[in-house]
């Protein structure tokens, strides 16, 4: 699988909803998939900020919950969630973190 990032209105509705019960990530194909807010924090990070915050969840509905390649993450918080997922759009052959840098030069 070459996925680098799934909207939650994909993985959640298939095989790979798992991941809500593994705040750590998912493993699939050699590769680390973790649940992202729309700022690119992990589950851990959402959840501490909320707290601070006084939220009772994370993630709040309605907002994005997207599935990345933790590899990919810092470069999600850097270019913010629309930049990074019309990167990933418009450029189809981005396979790694070092490539998707070089598209963005």
Do not use: C
Not at 74 to 79: A, D, F, I, P, T
């Amino acid at each position: 699988m070459k996925a680098i990032v799934m909207t939650e209105e994909y993985w959640a509705n298939s095989q790979f909803s798992i991941a809500r019960y593994y705040p750590t990530g998912i493993n699939i194909d050699g590769h680390l998939y973790i649940i992202v807010d729309k700022k690119g924090r992990d589950i851990y990070e959402a959840s501490a900020a909320a707290e601070k915050e006084g939220r009772e969840k994370a993630i709040m509905p309605g907002e994005p919950a997207d599935l990345i390649r933790s590899d990919f993450q810092q470069l999600y918080r850097e270019l913010g969630r629309e930049a990074f997922l019309r990167t990933i759009r418009d450029h189809p052959e981005i396979e790694n973190p070092k490539q998707m840098r070089e598209v963005l030069r």
